[in-house]
């Protein structure tokens, strides 16, 4: 297949790119002007890109968005919506012009989209929660599905959205961040531990989008999380264990607002127990669905 992916450079990004590579011919998007026959240029805000490289796609994997995983300034929350919001818009409205539309559009998207504190458990066909993250993630979505409203009867375009939970790898991204910390001694619970996180190896999110990518029949929101969501609490006393350390430090709620805001609120203290139900009932083989077989085997 050909393949293009923007959000290349990011942690998950590179890692599908080295994934998808060994199978498929990947185009990168990329922000900066290159003579890389695999790399397309793309300026949202200035309406840029070299369409002419997106011709004869059979699939496009939308990543890119400013990250979330900062202090929600007003000029933080401005950056991530219209990174999502607008990037996504531009490039629905550069694919669907083209002659020949890619055959498949994957697009990111987040369990942040769930109601949060439930005691539910959230799969496909939850609805929508309240709050700055299952906003954007409504938004994002909504102008993700304009890519099949403007397809023809003629050039059919299949929609998924990966609403993914946290993506765990030692090599980087937050557990790669954490690890430092577990290693010194001062890893911990955050507020009252109890909070359940919903999780998925970086190696069961590669497979995952080959296999989204390989059935015709998926389509619309797939949750990429493992089936065994772990409480706060549970999380880092395996990981401690993990490298042979306690986990006695603890940061209250209260510490974490004051000092992170509404982000701590809807990423670090809410609880969403999200099962991955698209997959198990396409028959997805999960390598790591436990957190401790993950840490142990990685």
Same mark, same amino acid.
């Given at each position: =297949? ?38 397309? &240029? ?6 840029? !890109? %070299? *369409?002419?490289?997106? %011709? ?6 939308? @990543? ?21 919001? @607008?990037?996504?818009?531009? $490039? #629905?409205? +550069? ?18 989209? &769930? ?22 993630? +409504?938004?994002?979505?909504? %102008? ?8 023809? /009867?003629?050039? /059919? ?17 937050? $557990?790669? +961040? =954490? ?6 001694? @001062? ?7 109890? *909070? ?5 190896? $970086? ?5 995952? #989008?080959?296999? !989204? ?5 998926? /389509?619309?929101? #797939? ?13 880092? *006393? ?24 509404? =982000?701590?609120? %809807? =990423? ?5 127990? #999200?099962?991955?139900?698209? @997959? ?19």
């Amino acid at each position: =297949m050909k393949i293009a992916i923007s959000g290349a450079s990011g942690f998950i990004g590179k890692a599908l790119v080295r994934k998808l590579s060994k199978q498929h011919t990947i185009y990168r998007l990329m922000r900066k002007k290159t003579t890389e026959k695999k790399s397309i &240029y793309w300026n949202y805000r200035d309406g840029e !890109i %070299e *369409q002419e490289k997106l %011709e004869g796609l059979d699939a496009f994997i939308h @990543l890119a968005g400013y990250s979330v995983a900062r202090i929600w300034t007003q000029r933080a929350r401005k950056k991530i919506e219209e990174s999502r919001v @607008l990037g996504t818009r531009f $490039l #629905v409205d +550069q694919l669907s012009s083209l002659s020949l539309p890619p055959k498949i559009f994957l697009s990111a998207s987040a369990i942040g989209y &769930y109601p949060a504190n439930t005691e539910v458990e959230l799969t496909e066909k939850s609805g929508h929660g309240t709050g700055f993250l299952s906003n954007i993630c +409504q938004k994002w979505e909504n %102008e993700g599905a304009a890519i099949v409203k403007k397809s023809s /009867s003629h050039h /059919s375009t299949r929609l998924c959205y990966f609403r993914t939970g946290l993506v765990l790898d030692k090599a980087g991204g937050a $557990l790669g +961040q =954490m690890l430092p910390f577990f290693r010194w001694g @001062l890893g911990g619970k955050f507020g009252t531990g109890k *909070q359940y996180w919903s999780w998925i190896a $970086l190696a069961d999110y590669l497979n995952a #989008v080959e296999h !989204i990518l390989a059935d015709d029949d998926i /389509s619309g929101p #797939v949750n990429l999380v493992s089936p065994h969501p772990v409480t706060n609490r549970e999380f880092t *006393q395996l990981v401690a264990r993990s490298v042979n350390r306690p986990a006695f430090c603890h940061l209250p709620a209260l510490l974490l607002k004051l000092g992170l805001g509404e =982000m701590s609120k %809807e =990423m670090l203290l809410s609880s969403q127990f #999200v099962l991955p139900k698209k @997959l198990l009932d396409t028959d997805f083989k999960f390598k790591f669905p436990f957190l401790k077989n993950f840490l142990a085997e990685t």
